[in-house]
């Protein structure tokens, strides 16, 4: 027997469930007096069958939305920035787009390369100096003429021979010491000889290297340095007098003067010339090298 009980078709004499309202059979409505052939009360199957569909309805729904909250991911809540009271919020700056230049990059420029410097001539080797802050003008010559010429100069006693930085050799003290020129790494030297101690202050001295003596007489050197590669010259003269002097002295092999006072270098040596005026002699004293 059904759950909601039956009833009996009062035209097809068929039973059939009480729920319905007609027959299944015949199609015949069912009679308000049709008599019921379930257990208990038919109303409170009605309601009970009523109440057994809701569960079933309600347990359905709780599984779907059991399943569909499962499926789902979970997402956790970006924590809120904290704002002070007093601070106003920073609001981002748009990034600085660099405008992408079109023009072709300018290359580097090369730079020259340094010349080297490969030989320094002095305009002497060998010179002397007779009086004390005398002085003598060195000349150098770098080569090749593109190269750096910035030429310190030196002196390798000072105490004897100072030297500026144009070169100027000024006397101190008796004695010999050398020059040295240097430039880009290369160096070249020169003897220089202090002899005498005399000034050129000094009131009988007649000029810078000049010898001077009791009648007057003067030379206008004591002592000088000759070239013998370029067969230098040098030309002795004697102030004081209007008498014209005889000069004599030297030597073939060395150094020789003429009668006009020419000495002329021949090779290297020392020698000595004498101008002779009224009985008065002079000496010259003549050193050759070769450069």
């Keep these: 027997m059904g759950l909601f009980g039956e009833v009996k078709c009062g035209r097809c004499d068929r039973r059939y469930s009480a729920v319905r309202g007609r027959c299944p059979y015949c199609g015949a409505r069912k ?44 997402t956790t809540p970006a ?13 981002s700056a748009a990034p600085t787009q660099t405008p992408v230049s079109t023009e072709s990059p300018i290359p580097a420029a090369t730079p020259a390369p340094t010349v080297k410097v490969t030989s320094i001539v002095l305009t002497r080797q060998d010179f002397t100096l007779t009086k004390i802050g005398e002085t003598w003008v060195l000349g150098a010559t770098v080569s090749p003429s593109n190269a750096s010429q910035v030429v310190n100069w030196s002196s390798a006693d000072p105490k004897i021979a100072k030297v500026g930085s144009d070169g100027r050799v000024t006397a101190v003290g008796a004695g010999t010491t050398t020059i040295t020129a240097e430039a880009g790494g290369v160096k070249a030297s020169c003897m220089v000889r202090v002899v005498g101690s005399g000034t050129v202050s000094d009131s009988n001295s007649g000029g810078s290297g000049g010898s001077g003596t009791s009648s007057g007489l003067t030379l206008n050197r004591t002592d000088i340095t000759l070239d013998a590669t370029s067969k230098e010259t040098f030309a002795l ?5 209007s008498s014209k002097p005889e000069f004599s002295g030297g030597s073939s092999s060395v150094a020789t003067i003429d009668s006009d006072g020419v000495i002329r270098a021949i090779a290297p040596g020392t020698v000595s010339v004498y101008a002779t005026v009224g009985g008065t002699k002079l000496e010259c004293i003549v050193r050759v090298v070769k450069r």
């Design 31 to 74: 009679r308000r007096s049709g008599k019921s052939y379930g257990n208990g009360d038919n109303r409170w199957q009605i309601v009970a069958g009523f109440i057994l569909l809701i569960v079933i309805v309600v347990a359905v729904a709780i599984l779907v939305f059991k399943n569909l909250s499962a499926g789902k991911p979970k």
């Design 237 to 241: 003269k004697v102030s004081g007098t």
């Design 79 to 91: 924590p809120s920035p904290k704002v002070s009271a007093t601070s106003t919020p920073k609001q």
